[in-house]
């Protein structure tokens, strides 16, 4: 006697309870059963397996829910109410009839929707499973206002894409509070463009490694503690002269202390900058409008503070005239910030002396690689953003390319680009959809950023500089710091916007601003834990779908 397929019983036990949802709409059941079609392409496209669905005879029928039954157990047990934002693909459609197999309803989603009016609707379904695009999990996961909605009944989300990051899996593991699940793509496009760029980015790795050779983390931390305690007693030293700041029962506004410090109007934006670091790392303290300073220093403190900085400086981070560059304006911070003596060109701050070598040496091999691996008809279009010497690396790079390909551009054009290096400043979240917006389909980026404070430029930077400076300044390499020997010269800003004094964002929220740009793949340079990498500067190689 003929047997009923599964998904069919399932479909007639629903009745007229909810199984799918789509656009506020809902479809029994029965329904389904009836030939009602939801809008809407996923809708459709499940309403049409479902209608082709019964009419197959009972040993075909149960042939093609092998695939449903093996889903619907990773669904596990009901309630299950799945938001499926997948386009029309096969295996969404799967997702989805094995959902009604296992007696649950569907929510058919838009993932080109916007992401808050996504969690929006999650959190409006109750939603307790979730399948979506790796690239959207990573967007919504961090988004900042991911709190703010009800996501409490989610049990497990279903995400397809390329092999992931553990980083990336831990942050929405902890977002969202549910057990993740990786459908693998295999053989596909987007899996194919990962592969090469990480084979890229181990191969620029492994190239740029032997300018770390003798550097450990330890030191790297050492001297960044001790330059740190040098710079900020050198600036407390410059105030306390003017006799401000040496009690800490007495308080002064900041107009006072420039009164007191005799402070120039073009040197107060630099003098304001010294009062918030001052007040950041505790040797000073601020209730209100009102500055509290501490017992005042003497001059022998804050050379003796030079010492175990120049010790840690010394051991093979770099030459000894770019700390002593250093030391030597911070003797005449006194006499700049009361303008009897000019201002001097502002200069890189002393951690990329350090760092140059390895990142202008990975930045090369990058641009190399992916030159090298472009299979494109029309020539590699580049675009080099925050650099205005000629000879740069991009230029450089490419000229070792054995076969010519590639179109370099140092101006934008209007079209868009296989490939964006930019040497950049400014907050994550606006800066990156600019350079995202420059890029084609597919297209990679190549994106030097600070992610670390420099403190050392509240000396030898701008006075005028501020948090929201050009988002691509120009970057000649200036005669105080050479390039590193055995390195190709990497821009570097020789004014202080490149690089900024004020509190740089950790490498993590670039990686989350080129995420939520839309970039399903992130890595970084040097690595988390490489000793290059606490030098305050990331290169990071992104790519869109």
């Known amino acids: 006697m003929p047997t009923t397929p599964a998904l069919v019983s399932a479909l007639r036990e629903l009745g007229d309870r909810p199984a799918v949802v789509a656009d506020g709409r809902a479809i029994s059941g029965i329904g389904l059963l009836l030939g009602v079609s939801p809008p809407g392409g996923l809708p459709r496209a499940l309403a049409q397996r479902v209608a082709a669905h019964a009419a197959l005879p009972p040993s075909a029928a149960r042939t093609a829910e092998q695939r449903l039954r093996h889903w619907a157990g990773v669904l596990g047990p009901p309630p299950i109410r799945h938001t499926v934002l997948h386009p029309a693909t096969d295996l969404a459609v799967e997702l989805a009839l094995a959902t009604l197999l296992a007696g649950g309803t569907v929510h058919c989603g838009d993932p080109r929707q916007d ?49 992931p990051r553990q980083d990336d899996v831990y942050a929405a593991v902890d977002a969202l509070g549910a057990v993740l699940a990786h459908v693998r793509a295999p053989h596909s496009h987007a899996e194919a463009a990962d592969r090469r760029l990480r084979t890229a980015a181990d191969a620029a790795d492994a190239i740029a490694w032997k300018h770390a050779i003798g550097v450990t983390a330890e030191q790297v931390q050492a001297f960044g503690t001790h330059l740190d305690h040098a710079v900020l007693s050198a600036l407390l030293l410059t ?57 005042e220093l003497t001059a022998a403190e804050v050379r003796e503070a030079w010492r175990p900085a120049v010790e840690a400086w010394n051991d093979g981070l770099g030459p000894v005239s770019a700390l002593d560059r250093i030391r030597r304006g911070a003797l005449r911070l006194p006499r700049l910030i009361t303008g009897e003596e000019a201002p001097r060109p502002a200069a890189a701050p002393i951690r990329w002396t350090a760092a140059r070598g390895y990142l202008g040496a990975a930045l090369g091999a990058l641009v ?46 209007g079209g868009r680009y296989d490939l964006v290096v930019a040497t950049v400043t400014g907050h994550p979240d606006t800066v990156v959809p600019e350079l995202v917006d420059q890029l084609a389909p597919g297209g990679q980026l190549l994106l030097l ?42 821009p570097v800003s020789a004014a202080a916007p490149g690089f900024p004094a004020f509190p740089a964002l950790p490498a993590e929220r670039w990686r989350a601003a080129l995420t939520s740009a839309g970039c399903p793949t992130v890595l970084a340079l040097p690595e988390d834990g490489h000793p290059m990498g606490l030098l305050g500067q990331r290169l990071f190689a992104a790519r869109m779908p």
């Open 449 to 490: 950023a600070p992610t670390g404070e420099q403190l050392d430029l509240l000396i030898t930077g701008d006075a005028e500089a501020r948090t929201d400076s050009p988002t691509f300044p120009a970057s000649p390499v200036h005669p105080a710091a050479p390039a590193h020997p055995a390195a190709p010269a990497f």
């Open 368 to 413: 190399r690689g992916i030159a090298e691996t472009h299979d494109g008809p029309q020539p590699l279009r580049i675009l080099e953003l925050g650099q205005d010497d000629a000879d740069s690396t991009v230029t450089r790079a490419l000229a070792t390319r054995p076969r010519p390909g590639a179109d370099h551009h140092q101006l934008p054009d």
């Open 239 to 295: 105030l306390q002269q003017s006799g401000v700041l040496t009690d800490p029962g007495r308080g002064h506004t900041e107009a006072e202390i420039l009164a007191a410090a005799l402070v120039t109007p073009a040197q107060r934006p630099r003098v304001g900058r010294w009062l918030d670091a001052l007040t950041r790392h505790g040797l000073i303290t601020r209730h209100g409008d009102v500055h509290y300073g501490r017992p």
């Open 115 to 163: 992401p808050e009016r996504q969690l929006v609707d999650l959190a409006a379904s109750a939603t307790t499973h979730l399948s979506l695009p790796s690239t959207l999990l990573w967007r919504l996961s961090r988004r900042p206002d991911l709190a703010d909605h009800d996501l409490g009944a989610l049990r497990l989300v279903l995400h397809v894409g390329p092999e």
